[in-house]
């Protein structure tokens, strides 16, 4: 009895670090989507290679804009979120100008170290954000969806990243992804926001939109298989760094992609802190279009529907 006890805890253990190859389980393997039949995997591939709605919109699988930071003061909230979280105190900050790439100076390492999934405990305390720092982001989304001649629903709990100079945790190569790989529905866009001047290592690498569709063609649209081509194929990893660039941004500037381009979060060798927001929005008429259903890959598989992932509401005309 002790003998199968073991037997079923040491298969388990080791399923859950290794893969059939023995190699270790490492970004984003295991984690990606996965269907319920074929024919739900022949629907998902139909909305996959559906047209792109940025190039039927921009003509471009890339926008970029900028918002005025008077009107909508991200800075400011997010100083005084960081002071109200007690992750930082007002004259700490002041001491550095009040400049937020100097935040990493005002931290213990240990806030810093990344999990599993990319994040560190700052990050994450963003989910839960105070009133006024949401009143920004409402502020922000209906910008932008004045850019759109419908009204859209945006991302109910927006994703806050803080990336500090040379954090511990970040034991992978760079996990390069699509979100639709994660189970978001192929017909939303990624909106990304830097709040610090961002470049090389500390900012978001991208590629993209043909070529991002050709390393997928090529993993044979096998998103697992993909996900460890991108940790363990050396061919690819070279491949995908020389296709895709760092985004050079600063605080004002927004862009909005294709949500099948591939990007990733970097190892931030710059002495700065990046702090960005992602948010995905839908328009109306792209909630119309599933042919299967959407959910996240996470514990929660939550719907990727207004009033669940997306606002119960929508903003817009
Ligand atoms: O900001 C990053 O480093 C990654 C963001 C991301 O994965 C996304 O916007 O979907
Ligand atoms: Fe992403």
Not at 131 to 153: G, H, M, Q, R, W
């Amino acid at each position: 009895m002790q003998k199968e006890f073991h037997f079923h805890w040491l298969t388990k253990f080791k399923s859950m670090s290794l893969d059939q190859d023995n190699c270790k389980v490492r970004g984003h393997m295991g984690k990606t989507v996965s269907f319920d039949s074929t024919g739900d995997r022949e629907l998902f591939m139909k909305d996959f290679l559906s047209p792109s709605g940025i190039e039927n919109s921009f003509k471009t699988w890339k926008v970029s804009g900028k918002y005025n930071t008077k009107d909508i003061n991200f800075k400011k909230h997010l100083i005084n979120e960081l002071i109200k979280k007690e992750i930082v105190d007002k004259e700490q900050l002041i001491n550095y100008k009040n400049n937020l790439e100097n935040l990493h100076l005002c931290l213990h390492d240990s806030k810093k170290n990344l999990d599993d999934t990319e994040q560190n405990e700052i990050s994450i305390s963003f989910y839960d954000i105070s009133l006024e720092l949401k009143n920004e982001y409402i502020k922000f989304i209906t910008n932008i969806a004045s850019l759109f001649s419908e009204p859209i629903y945006y991302q109910e709990v927006p994703t806050f990243r803080f990336h500090f100079p040379n954090q511990k945790g970040y034991d992978w190569e760079d996990r390069y992804h699509t979100d639709v790989m994660l189970g978001h529905p192929p017909y939303e866009f990624n909106v990304w926001i830097p709040f610090t001047n961002v470049y090389d290592s500390n900012s978001m690498r991208i590629t993209p939109l043909n070529y991002s569709l050709n390393f997928i063609k090529d993993s044979n649209y096998d998103f697992e298989l993909f996900a460890k081509n991108v940790q363990y194929k050396e061919g690819v990893i070279k491949d995908l760094k020389e296709k895709s660039d760092s985004l050079n941004m600063s605080y004002g500037d927004f862009i909005i992609f294709d949500p099948r381009c591939l990007h990733c979060t970097q190892h931030n060798k710059t002495d700065i802190t990046r702090i960005s927001l992602d948010v995905r929005i839908i328009t109306e008429s792209n909630l119309l279009k599933y042919s299967r259903e959407y959910r996240t890959t996470g514990r929660k598989k939550m719907l990727f529907l207004p009033g669940h992932y997306f606002s119960q509401e929508p903003i817009g005309l």
